[in-house]
């Protein structure tokens, strides 16, 4: 499965983006997916994650709020809603499928097998 991420760019403290998470196959939607990011100099860290079927999601603490992530199987595309962006949201965001089929959802970044190339987010101050 083939991972396109998009919709990254500069915006100001306060602002709003969404990005989006195209994937490729007939199977999309059979697996969950998850959005990681990656500050300068700091380790990859989970965003938010939603279950194959679109049910269920979970957020990390730091964007709780603030962040929603959904999906549209039909389209194959995962969304992450992102609200009143913060300094320290500025990342690489990368999109993840989980490797397990119709599974519960996870945070754990040894779970997800097919990853995007990554969009930037810049949010100035």
């Known amino acids: 499965v083939q991972l396109q991420a998009s919709g990254g760019g500069l915006v100001q403290a306060g602002g709003s983006l969404r990005l989006s998470c195209v994937g490729s196959?007939?199977?999309?939607?059979?697996?969950?997916m998850g959005w990681f990011r990656q500050a300068p100099g700091k380790e990859r860290e989970f965003v938010a994650a939603v279950n194959w079927s679109g049910t269920t999601t979970r957020a990390s603490d730091s964007v709780k709020g603030r962040f929603t992530i959904s999906r549209d199987n039909a389209k194959n595309t995962v969304y992450l809603q992102m609200s009143s962006l913060k300094p320290w949201d500025t990342a690489v965001y990368y999109c993840?499928?989980?490797?397990?089929?119709?599974?519960?959802?996870?945070?754990?970044?040894?779970?997800?097998?097919?990853w995007g190339q990554g969009t930037l987010v810049t949010v100035s101050s």
């Open positions: 196959g007939r199977t999309f939607g059979s697996y969950g």
């Open positions: 993840a499928k989980d490797q397990r089929q119709r599974s519960p959802i996870t945070i754990l970044q040894s779970l997800y097998g097919d």
